[in-house]
C-alpha cells in the first residue's frame, strides 16, 4: 500500500521561520517541520514571517511579508549565540581518528619473552635484534 506524504504547509499559509542557509541561486533556505521551504531575498541567520506560495511533493517556495513575531523566552537568546558563534571565525575541524565509531584496540605493547629453556651450546638459538619500527605518518 502506498501512502502519500502530505506536507506540513499549504499555499496561503503564513509561518515563522529561520533562514538555515542559502541556496546556490541566491534563495533562503528554512525548513518547516522538515520540509523544506525557499524564499528569495534573505540573509542566512534571518528570522522572517513567510507566506507559502507554492508546494510541491518535496519543496515549497515563499515570500517574505515581514519579521518573524519575537521568540519564546530563552530561544531567541540560543539562536543568537549560535549564529554569533559562527559569524564569529571558522570552527575548528574534528581529528580524524578514522575509528568509525570502533571502540580503539589496545595500544600495542611490545611482548615480554618468555624465559628460553637452557639448551645445548651447540643448538643455542641466535639473538635477533629488534626490527626498526616505521615512523607513523
Same mark, same amino acid.
Request: with cysteine.
Given at each position: 500500500?502506498?501512502? $502519500?506524504?502530505?506536507?506540513?504547509?499549504?499555499?496561503?499559509?503564513?509561518?515563522?521561520?529561520?533562514?538555515?542557509?542559502?541556496?546556490?541561486?541566491?534563495?533562503?533556505?528554512?525548513?518547516?517541520?522538515?520540509?523544506?521551504?525557499?524564499?528569495?531575498?534573505?540573509?542566512?541567520?534571518?528570522?522572517?514571517?513567510?507566506?507559502?506560495?507554492?508546494?510541491?511533493?518535496?519543496?515549497?517556495?515563499?515570500?517574505?511579508?515581514?519579521e518573524a513575531a519575537p521568540a519564546e523566552p530563552g530561544v531567541k537568546e540560543a539562536v543568537t549565540e549560535e549564529v554569533a558563534?559562527?559569524? $564569529?571565525?571558522?570552527?575548528?575541524?574534528?581529528?580524524?581518528?578514522?575509528?568509525?565509531?570502533?571502540?580503539?584496540?589496545?595500544?600495542?605493547?611490545?611482548?615480554?619473552?618468555?624465559?628460553?629453556?637452557?639448551?645445548?651450546?651447540?643448538?643455542?638459538?641466535?639473538?635477533?635484534?629488534?626490527?626498526?619500527?616505521?615512523?607513523?605518518?
Amino acid at each position: 500500500m502506498r501512502r $502519500s506524504f502530505r506536507p506540513p504547509v499549504e499555499v496561503g499559509d503564513e509561518v515563522d521561520v529561520t533562514i538555515e542557509a542559502v541556496g546556490a541561486k541566491g534563495d533562503g533556505v528554512a525548513k518547516v517541520e522538515g520540509f523544506v521551504l525557499f524564499i528569495p531575498n534573505v540573509k542566512e541567520g534571518e528570522r522572517c514571517k513567510v507566506r507559502v506560495t507554492k508546494v510541491l511533493k518535496k519543496v515549497g517556495f515563499g515570500e517574505k511579508i515581514g519579521e518573524a513575531a519575537p521568540a519564546e523566552p530563552g530561544v531567541k537568546e540560543a539562536v543568537t549565540e549560535e549564529v554569533a558563534a559562527l559569524e $564569529s571565525g571558522p570552527v575548528p575541524e574534528p581529528e580524524d581518528t578514522e575509528d568509525f565509531g570502533e571502540e580503539p584496540a589496545p595500544a600495542e605493547e611490545p611482548a615480554e619473552e618468555a624465559p628460553v629453556e637452557e639448551a645445548p651450546a651447540e643448538e643455542a638459538p641466535a639473538e635477533e635484534e629488534p626490527a626498526e619500527e616505521a615512523p607513523e605518518e
